[in-house]
């Protein structure tokens, strides 16, 4: 009598491989697929070498919110895969080309990371708005098993299956120090958590959506994408465009992995140039292209690239504050020329700026002069009270020209009766800076 064996999807002895996926009769059952190489069968019971196997039985709550392809279709070639994905995130996204290409590569990798020795996370971080919300809808739509959380705790998040190989995608506005820790143990295989008296390895791709980068908090395999809100949202990615795009996708990455899966498991790509944990990330996303060796070398410039914009991001971080403070002084001198702002009420004032975004800082006067310097405002001493900017009509103009440079918020919003506000916006919209 032949053994029955309920599975999610394996690696047979032979290499064969069999993949879960959703039935195309039935989208709330589950079928299987298998795949020797050369052809792909798909049926609710696979007969093989003498056993038969079956899929897992899941609760409908977990299916309904679960991403899965129903079949495989061709793929084209790993370039054209990439384009087209790149193509969709730019669209729906607003994202520039580095970070789309950064991104697409990222979604092939996910179909990969049960053959990796590490998974990297993707932290996108900015305010709330429709480019962000589309990002991770398109993560849904893109990732290999992919399930959108919000609000999840460490205990609550231990608590999925993760032995299914999914892909957590989390909007998290604020990540605690606990969950930090439970998703840096996610990107590395053989690391174990308790929980209820058992052991679970949460080795996983993770999405995370956040307010602003986890930055020096985590220590692990990274890659960082700034997605903040733009004066033009991006085309609306309505519900049937996703589910066509799913669609189409999903079984194109499914071939994809199929076809690549050998290789990738046993690719020796490396990035030595590259310092850890970026190295360990380019190790992953480039294993997933061992036959393009062209793909290999940009994923090597793209986080070579990345990883310098991410530290000059964070570095010029108090410098944007900065410089949005001052816009907040000079209007609210409107109509006093050459009135003066001291830089402890500049600190003061980025305090409150920072503390309004979920990311409160603390610094003080000294400091908001070094960053004033390093901007090239002059400084000087005003009173007894201490050194600042004076606002004459000249430095109120360059402090709106600095503002649209980095985009801070407020601008966009603009100032009444500030002409300068307004000459800023009417160079925007006519495409005279900025663009």
Known sequence: MAQTIKTIGRVLPNGDLIEIVRSSRDPRKLSLLHSDGKAVRIDERLKLHGTIYMPIAFKA???????????????????????????????????GHHFSRLAAFYFVMTWFHDCLRTAPRLSVFGSPSRAADQFMHLATAFCRHGVLLTSVSPSSLLSLPFSFGLTL??????????????????????????????????????????????????????????????????????????????????????????????????????????????GDTARSLGACFSNDPELQGEIVTLLRASDTHAR???????????????????????????????????????EVLSAGRGDPIKISPRAVGDLLRSLDFKTEKLDRKGRGVVLLRDIVTRIHEVASDRQVPSLAEGAPGCAQCQRMQELHAGGGLGS
């Open 61 to 95: 709550g977990f299916l309904q919110a679960l991403r899965l392809p129903s079949n495989v279709a061709a793929f084209g070639s790993a370039k054209a895969l990439i384009a087209d994905l790149t193509k969709a995130i730019r669209n729906f996204t607003g994202l």
């Open 169 to 278: 995608l989390l909007r998290q506005c604020r990540v605690s120090a606990p969950m930090i820790q439970l998703l840096d143990a996610a990107t590395k295989p053989g690391y174990f958590v308790p929980r209820k008296g058992e052991l679970v390895q949460p080795f996983s791709p993770v999405v995370l959506q956040s307010d602003r980068p986890l930055g020096e908090s985590a220590d692990c395999a990274e890659i960082e994408l700034p997605l903040w809100p733009t004066r033009q949202d991006p085309p609306l990615l309505d519900r049937d465009t996703e589910e066509t795009l799913a669609e189409q996708f999903q079984c194109r990455l499914l071939a994809f992995r199929l076809a690549n899966f050998t290789q990738t498991r046993n690719c020796r790509f490396d990035a030595p140039d590259l310092s850890s944990p970026m």
């Open 312 to 350: 000059i991001l964070r570095a010029t971080n108090h410098e944007s504050l900065a410089v949005e403070a001052l816009l907040f002084h000079a209007h609210e001198a409107q109509g006093d020329p050459g009135a003066g702002v001291h830089a402890g009420a500049l600190a003061k004032t980025i």
